[in-house]
């Protein structure tokens, strides 16, 4: 593969990785957090209530907001774009998987 190729691999990686947090984000933030206060208030009488589910996903959407924020607003693409998006993905399976099993709170196994 020549060096030409695979800079349009990369080119077209990155904006794979955009597209796919671009159209996760708002979907994201709608169902973990809009739609996960509602129940919590219907559940627990409360929109939040710091619980490390609710901080975790929190932080997993900043990490999102960032990395769109970072490429919109100060052009990022590359190495520094898509370690931002990497650690928006760990953050997003500790939310997910991590928080159950490590974490003491409303939503854990321990």
Known sequence: MTPAEMEKRKEKLDLVAYRAVAVGFPLFT?????????????AWGRYWGWDPKE???LITWLFYALYLHTRLVYGWKGKKSALIAVLG??????TFFGVNYLLRGLHSYV
Do not use: P
């Open 30 to 42: 709608l169902g973990a957090l809009v739609f996960g206060m509602i129940w919590a208030s219907k």
């Open 89 to 94: 993905f760990i953050a997003a399976l500790f």
């Open 55 to 57: 901080v975790w996903s």
